[in-house]
């Protein structure tokens, strides 16, 4: 529930931030060397997009290639067909509106390779398309600072709420057909973290 101008509502629907399921991805002695290691890996991200894009494009091309020639057979099939029918028959109506709709498949695949983008057939189209993937890097990759009101639930309050609360703000990673991840750089104690060999006194303490 919620009060709303001195009256109480019910069922309002209220948003709870969890900081439990956490993993961290790049454990490090150094704050510095850690920002670093991510900016090489959203490099390689970038770089990996530009290739992906580069195999997609020539899959693209050689399946519109495929087409023309498979278009270009069954027309020289139907014009042979076309010869053979109007000898024997007066009206070649039909045959001819294939041969004009195989046609007009044909130029529109024509069309559809000649405006193809061209990319990974020379250097030069291959380090123009990483070019562009890194100068477009927002497109596929970016950050953005996310302010949260957080009460001592931890349930979000809405900005310009009378409740007392506490305003976090968190990095949000927005990766291109990959799920949001609030990415927060921070330092534990070493004795926080749990030693390999304790786990392995106590797997021992479990079996005996």
């Given at each position: 529930m919620a009060a709303d101008g001195g009256v109480v509502r019910h069922d309002v629907v209220r948003t709870c931030v969890s900081f439990i399921e956490k993993k961290i991805v790049?454990?490090?002695?150094?704050?510095?060397?850690?920002?670093?290691?991510?900016?090489?890996?959203?490099f390689k991200f970038l770089l990996t997009e530009a290739l992906q894009q580069i195999t997609t494009?020539?899959?693209?091309?050689?399946?519109?290639?495929?087409?023309?020639?498979?278009?270009?057979?069954?027309?020289?099939i139907l014009k042979g067909q076309r010869v053979g029918l109007e000898a024997m028959l007066e009206d070649g109506d039909g045959a001819r509106q294939?041969?004009?709709?195989?046609k007009q498949k044909l130029t529109e695949n024509e069309r559809a390779l000649a405006a193809f983008p061209s990319a990974g057939k020379t250097?030069?189209?291959?380090?123009?398309?990483v070019q562009d993937v890194l100068m477009h890097g927002s497109?596929?990759?970016?950050?953005?600072?996310?302010?949260?009101?957080?009460d001592q639930m931890n349930v979000l309050a809405p900005a310009g709420a009378g409740e007392s609360a506490t305003e976090i703000v968190l990095p949000k990673v927005v990766v291109k057909s990959a799920p949001v991840v609030?990415?927060?750089?921070?330092?534990?104690?070493?004795?926080?973290?749990?030693?390999?060999?304790?786990?392995?006194?106590?797997?021992?303490?479990?079996?005996g």
């Open positions: 790049l454990p490090s002695g150094c704050e510095h060397d850690a920002r670093i290691e991510i900016r090489r890996r959203i494009v020539d899959m693209e091309r050689k399946h519109l290639r495929e087409q023309c020639s498979m278009l270009q057979t069954r027309l020289m294939k041969i004009e709709d195989v250097l030069e189209e291959v380090i123009g398309r497109d596929y990759i970016r950050i953005e600072m996310v302010k949260l009101r957080l609030n990415l927060i750089t921070c330092s534990f104690p070493r004795g926080e973290f749990i030693r390999g060999k304790s786990l392995l006194r106590e797997a021992e303490q479990l079996l």
